[in-house]
Every structure is written in C-alpha cells, then in structure tokens.
C-alpha cells in the first residue's frame, strides 16, 4: 500500500555476499589477465567490501568507488546517458555529472558500474576500474551474476 | 520608486505553499507512474520542502535540489541555453556548466527546473529528478499551477 | 547465519513514514514556539522529506541534515562521545569529526539527531536544527515516537 | 649506500597479504563480539582492501580509513600526541587535527590505526573503526600480528 509507513521485506547485502562478488571479479579479470580495483557498496552506496588487485592503478581505486555507488544510487548501471537512440549528448551527460556534484562528487557517467538486484530492489552497486569501461562492465558484472547464482542455490 | 531604501511588498513562499506545490507534483508523478524527487526553495535557493517518493533514485535527489536552486536564482525554468532559434549549442552549454561547477554543483542546464512567478517576483524554484527531462517539467509545472490556481482562489 | 549472503527481513522507511515524523516534530516544535528545519533521511543518509518552518534559519538546513545523516550512519543519536562518565574530550571529539570529513564533511557531533530504531534495524535519521541542541532533541525525538507509536498501531 | 640512485630491496603489500591481515582482524572482534569496519592500506596510504562486517556503522569506515591512511603515512600507529609522559595535551591534539584538516580529513588522532613494519619499512597501515580507541587497536593488532606470524613460516 502506498500509505504504509515503512516496508518491512527489504533485502540488505552481508559481507558474505560481497565476498562472493568480490572473489569471482577477481577470477574474472585474472582470466582475461587485467589487473582492477573492485568496490562493493549497499544500497546507500556504502562500501561494504573491496579489493585492489597486484599492480593495479591505485588512481583506479576512485572511480571503481565512484561507478558503485552511482549504480547504487541511480538504480541501475552506469553509463552515458542516451535518449531515443542516439549518441550521447555531450551536454546532458556533462549536466548530469555538475548537478551530481552536489552530492560531493560522487557520481560518474563512466561504463563499469553494475547494479545488483535481487526481489526487483537494488540491493548493492559492484564498481569496476583498471580496464577499458566494457572490460570493467565485463568484470562486474561476472561478479553479479556469482553472487545470483548462488542465491539460486540457497 | 527607483529611490526606495527598502522594498515592502516583496512575496516569499510559506512551507504551506511548499507543501501545496509538493502533494501536487506528487499526484502528478503518480498519474504518470513514475517515482520522483521533488524539491522546493525559496528566491535565496535555500530547500523549503523536498518529498523523495517509494522507490525513486537517491541519485536523483542531488539533480532535483540542483534543477530548483538553478531556476530560483537564474529567475526562469532551466534547460540548455538556445539562441536563435538554433538547437542548443553543446560547447556553450558544455561551458555554462563547467563555469557553474565554480558554484560546486549548484547550478545545471538540465531540464526539470521551474520557476514559481507571483506578482512579477520569483519567489521560488521547484525541481523535479527522477523521469527524463520533459516528465520531469511537467511534473514540476502541475506543482506550480496547483499553487498558482490556490492563490487565485484566496 | 553469518555466513548468509543477503538479509531478507531488512524494514525501510517510505515516504509516509517520513511525513507523520515530519508533522509531529513540526507540531511540537509549534508548540514550544520554535521555528526549526527538519531533515529525515534513510538509513543510507539520503534525504526522503524535509520541511523548513517559516521564518526558521536558511544556515540550520545544513546543520538539520548533517544531524540526520549522521544519526543514521553512526547508529545512533549525535552529540559529543562521552567516555567513561567524564566530561566530552575535545581532542576526542575534534579528531571524530575530522576523520568524518574524509566522507565529505556529512558528520556532527552537534546534538538533535535522533535515530529512528525499528525491529532493532535503524531505518532513519532524524535531524533538526534552529533551536539549542536539547530543544532540537526533543523536537526530533517528539517525530520519531510519533511514527513508533502509529506503527505500534498498524 | 646513500649514493643509490633506487633501492631494490623495498617490501610491498600483496592483496593476499591484505586478506590474511583482514580475516584475523575479523575474527578477533567477532570474538569480541564487536561488528567494525577493517581498512588496509598501502605505504602509499592507497587502499588495498576492505570489510565491513555486517551491523557495522557506515559512519566509521570514514574512521576506519582515516587511522589506516593515517598509520600508513606517519610511519606509526594513530593516537593522541603525548609529549615527556604528561597526558595529551588538548590544545596541540586540537591542533594537529586542525591542520591534518587540510590534508580533506585524511589524518587522525584516534586511536586504532596499526603500522604493518617489516623488514624495518612500513609497509601498510590497518584502521579499525566501530569500537572503542583502544577495542579497535587490539583488532588491528590483532591482522597485523597474523600476517607477521605467516611471514615467519615462511
């Protein structure tokens, strides 16, 4: 109901299940011989797990936080924003970036961001950075689909 | 009188005004099926009333207050800058935003920003965040009417 | 189990749950013959509602959020860290918010953020400002028994 | 030699090392029955890892990758700056903090934050946040001591 005061069948990530993201992210990027930062955050964009692989660019450890907490807080993967096909709007996604630094500047059009969802909520944002944006997307989104997978299995 | 110390007659929203303007665009939202973030401030930019609804991106918060603040203190309803009838001009809207960055975020050439006139004074901007830029305007224009149609009707 | 990868019973508050706070912290504020702002936000500190009273200070909205969020993301309700019954160390204190500003400077240790507690579970913050830090407390805390008590009812 | 133009002999952090110090860091506060936040860091002060064990406080990751970054870069464990055994003295804690502030909240005095020395280098910093100062000391004793005894088997 549209009136209930609270919701009381919320899901929440444990630090197990960051675990799980964490550990097949990594497996992910060392089978195609990349070296990345990997940060987990819930759904308030709060990092709950995270882990820099040997010889990964610390720089990366920024914009792999940024791209989580983004898929975290817009609800859904990161990216360039595209409007009815097009390419993207340079205008628009700049605008986009300037007004999210209201925020503190933690918001990023950049690909590699990937949120989780799970009962239809976004539960947590995986962010990916070391690589090219869809190497990084590759890499997080191998992550997800672990920790759904065994969800499955429970 | 340009000589006037001091201007008397001067207009400034009340919180029920905000509030009226706020269950208006919600219902507006909720005709529409979408889930917004909806914010309004006074002539100074400063938040009177915000509303997040169930289910509407966090992130979108920051673009709401960002779309209000801008309306309020550029005195009209925001978007990209066009002249002359040409489509809007990337790099010169590309450069308004990063010359507002200077205001750490607060101003954007989003669309979704509009301004509340009465009596020839701006005396607030409403900012919706949440649906692409048209909905988000329409939805912050029945806000406006509904307050503008009660103002009337006193 | 610890070793869970999600938590399925997690409770969030939703937009009506933030009004009855709002209205019931607004009325005690009246009747104290206050004017405050008044912030509630989730438990990942971002903003769901927010009234400002009329003629209340533009300068306590920040105060007012940086209350709520930091209720919410410390667990519990703002004010200096006491240790042991002595009085509040400053080095303490000053070193608590300064580390805090590596989120960006979203933590207080001002009083007048109220947690709200609900199956256990904190789902909200509470922050109000205007007033001196145990009226803004007790305003805050008049918001949160009001949603507790009409939960109680539910 | 004080002519080498580079030295070849410098001790790096590994993430599986960072891991190893983690995971005993964890158990030694489920042991206690405490739920903190565990950063690791580099010399570099550069996060390598990271946990945030469930029902943890979001707020103290701030904390947490504070005293780490903090360890890590004053070449010793965080705390209070204590002068010829007088107690610490709040004015110079007060300002130490206040000039750490614009390092953006990088520097702390809170206790809780480890050096990782071996070989006579610093070679990471552990930061511990969700107890109290000297709780979160012995849990980030607690992962370096175990990364310690592993180099030793080795």
Redesign the interface.
């Known amino acids: 109901m ?16 960051a ?2 993201i964490l550990a097949a992210a990594e497996a992910k990027a060392e089978s195609m011989d990349l070296k990345v930062n990997i940060a987990v955050v ?13 010889g990964a660019r ?1 720089a990366s ?1 920024y914009t792999a936080m940024s791209k989580a907490v ?1 898929a975290a ?3 859904g993967d990161t990216g360039p924003v595209v ?1 009815g096909g097009a390419p993207p ?4 996604n ?3 970036e ?10 990023t059009t950049l690909n590699g961001g990937t949120a989780l969802v ?2 239809g909520q976004v ?1 947590a944002g995986i962010g990916v950075g070391g690589g090219t944006g869809s190497q990084d997307e590759e890499i997080g989104r191998a992550g997800r689909d672990a ?1 759904l997978q ?2 499955q299995g ?1």
């Open positions: 549209a009136d209930d005061l609270v919701r009381r069948d919320a899901v929440q990530l444990n630090l197990a299940g675990q799980t819930d759904a308030g964009g709060h990092l709950v797990a995270f882990y820099r692989m040997d610390p450890i983004t807080l817009k609800l409007r709007d340079a205008r628009l700049v605008a986009i300037n007004a999210a630094a209201m925020s503190g500047g933690t918001f799970v009962d539960i920790l065994a969800l429970q």
